[in-house]
DNA sequence: CATGAATTAGGACAATTGACCTACGAGAGT
DNA sequence: ACTCTCGTAGGTCAATTGTCCTAATTCATG
């Protein structure tokens, strides 16, 4: 197998490890042993455990951007763009109910080690932020597009959270039902503003 | 010194240092140091580590329920207690957009750690949520007020998130005032429903 | 087959972790 | 003055951490 091949498996094994277990909480040794490497080896891909860090963050850059280009694809509309957003948390709601929003996590987790990496892993925020932004200007909300999509970005980080401490799946439906039809109602006030 | 007075203090500063650090990043040794005690000694009083975190859930959960009945004391309405309750956003921001909430970041790190005392954390938010509910019934909502309840933590959750992420000051300001606004609307269809 | 670069294995390293033990000292009550 | 309890200090313990080194193995190319 090539370094390539090696590398990616670890950057996508320490993805899903850093995501269930946490950053501080994973070790050379887990990352190690999930993807069958001996310690030593391990350190011929990397030499640092904030290396896997930033590699895994641009990992999760790439993968977000084509998740967001997909979306734009699939749906024509704007509308039905953000509403593919809202509905990640029920696409994800078994592993977010176990482990959070991936980002969010990860930003509280860095912002409290206050990591070197902490504003990269908002980045991953900025990108879902942007792209939010982009799609209500495109209602016709260029004035406080901005604004909407962090109200989105806002709400989705909320559910997650309480998501995760309940463990409720009728609490995360019943917000995105209204988030939804928060959604509707500034489509409507497209022209009034 | 007493010993009760020692262990008080133990759990102030555990209390600080795991809001700050996080849980698992806040060493014995840590731990210590915060009191000016060697480690031998902060064995006298606290044999583990999880003793401690309990201890700490434990005065979180007393120093709420002070809190919460502060503020109804403060606020005959309830609609006043509600909005006291968002505007600890506010008055908390600075150490939100440095730490994120200390409620959600706790839950969130337990329920990665897959730790015992994670549903004694989520207790704590519990507390706002029957709190939260108990003042829309008040308010003549009591049909819906734990999903209300619900509705209120979440956008709190969401923007402790948010705001640790991006550091916003202004974002804050403008979601307490969206969340006032969303109150005083419920208020206004509290015989309508 | 031979060479050499790429990849792997298996340790070693000091430092730190949570946990534990024993000995010392201060001070109240007799 | 004596004891006895409470609180403290310092050190030990095995285990684990991130980091690093070196020797072996693979494998394509000459």
């Not at 999760?60 to 979306?71: A, E, F, P, S, V």
């Not at 004035?143 to 806002?154: E, F, P, R, S, T």
Request: with cysteine; glycine share 4%; charged share 25%.
């Amino acid at each position: 197998m090539s370094a390539e091949d090696t590398r990616r498996q670890i950057v996508e094994a320490a993805d899903r490890l850093f995501y269930e277990r946490g950053f501080e909480a994973t070790s050379f040794a887990d990352l190690a042993a999930a993807v069958h490497l001996s310690r030593g080896n391990f350190y011929y891909h990397f030499k640092t455990k904030d290396d896997v860090l930033r590699a895994v963050i641009t990992h999760r850059m790439i993968t977000t951007r084509q998740m967001l280009d997909d979306w734009e694809v699939r749906n024509s509309q704007p509308a039905s763009r953000i509403i593919a957003f809202i509905e990640i948390l029920i696409a994800n709601q078994a592993k977010i109910m176990a482990h959070g929003c991936p980002v969010g996590t990860l930003c509280n987790e860095l912002a409290k080690l206050q990591h070197a990496a902490k504003d990269d892993a908002a980045q991953l925020f900025a990108l879902f932020r942007d792209w939010l932004a982009r799609q209500f200007a495109a209602l016709g909300r260029a004035a406080d597009a901005d604004q909407l999509a962090m109200h989105v970005l806002m709400r989705s980080q909320g559910v997650a959270t309480l998501a995760t401490a309940f463990a409720d799946s009728a609490f995360i439906h019943r917000e995105v039902q209204s988030m939804r039809d928060w959604l509707e109602m500034q489509c409507a006030r497209k022209d009034a503003v």
